[in-house]
């Protein structure tokens, strides 16, 4: 019988010196972590921040007690203009530089379907007759185009016209619909006498990358047209200022409702009409004559249709 002698290998259970150092400074810092667990608490609460920037200047209703309480706190002027600028900098943290800097300049795809609108208008007094020319102009290009799905036209008045055009699928992520709008604004600088508002909306026009200008607007409301104009132009005086500041552009909300009217007062010299050998009424009937009227006068055929003249 043969016997076999089996040394058993010796484990160390001493752990290791690196082992050891990193059990150490667990241990040291769960103490401290233990020690000052308020204060860690406190600070991870600031670095994440608080959404005291996203709650609203003001609630609209002012009936409950919930909303009472907030308008006369939270929501009152002294608050907004003297607390708020400050809290929302030091207790919002990363929360609000990330809403700021990243969330509200992110750029969001949509399944909206490519569009260019195309909208002018032109002074009072014009006749519909007048605006539908410039548009037809536009359509002759627009007929020509097989990269277009469908175009509408829309003559409101003889103030106001709208062109909507549709590109097609295959066409309307390419560099085509940017094309056809650098063609418009072209044409639209032909038309002088003309406000033109020409934009693109759509997957074709949202693939803009992250270095392209960003765009913010103000909007101010007020019951004072003047006074709130010239608020608003000192306002866009100062932003000019700002290098980081483009441009800054001032526009009514809507493209037709802040269309200017205007109020002619002459004042008539009766010793010249006297030279001229006429009168008052006489220059009076002879404007009334020669001014667009507000309804249609008569109609005339043409080709088996009517055309109204004023």
Do not use: C
Not at 142 to 163: D, H, P
Not at 165 to 180: C, D, K, Q
Not at 223 to 237: E, F, H, S, T, V
């Amino acid at each position: 019988m043969i016997k076999i002698k089996i040394k058993d290998k010796h484990v160390s259970s001493r752990p290791s010196i690196l082992h050891q150092r990193f059990e150490n400074l667990y241990v040291l810092t769960i103490k401290n972590v233990l020690q000052f667990k308020k204060t860690l608490v406190l600070f991870t609460i600031l670095l994440f921040g608080l959404p005291l920037f996203l709650l609203p200047e003001k609630l609209e209703n002012n009936e409950n007690f919930y909303e009472i309480t907030y308008n006369s706190t939270l929501g009152s002027d002294w608050y907004n203009d003297n607390l708020r600028p400050t809290l929302d900098q030091y207790l919002g943290g990363t929360l609000r530089l990330f809403n700021k800097y990243v969330y509200q300049n992110a750029i969001y795809g949509n399944n909206e379907e490519t569009k260019l609108v195309i909208m002018g208008s032109m002074e009072k007094g014009t006749t519909v007759h007048q605006i539908n020319e410039v548009f037809l102009e536009f359509e002759k290009y627009l007929i020509k185009q097989k990269k277009i799905s469908l175009f509408s036209t829309t003559i409101y008045n003889g103030n106001e016209g709208k062109i909507e055009i549709i590109f097609n699928e295959e066409h309307s992520r390419t560099a085509y619909p940017f094309e056809v709008k650098s063609v418009f604004i072209k044409k639209a600088i032909d038309y002088g006498g003309m406000d033109w508002n020409i934009y693109g909306v759509g997957n074709g026009f949202n693939n803009v990358g992250a270095n392209e200008p960003i765009n913010y607007s103000i909007k101010a409301k007020g019951y004072n047209y003047d006074d709130l104009n010239l608020l608003a132009n000192l306002l866009k005086k100062e932003l000019e200022i700002n290098p980081r500041v483009q441009k800054a552009v001032l526009r009514d909300a809507d493209f037709f409702s802040g269309k200017a009217s205007y109020l002619y007062r002459f004042s008539l010299d009766r010793e010249k009409l006297a030279l001229k050998k006429t009168s008052q009424k006489a220059v009076v009937e002879n404007l009334k004559e020669n001014s667009i009227s507000a309804t249609i006068d008569l109609s005339l055929p043409d080709d088996g249709t009517y055309t109204g003249v004023r």
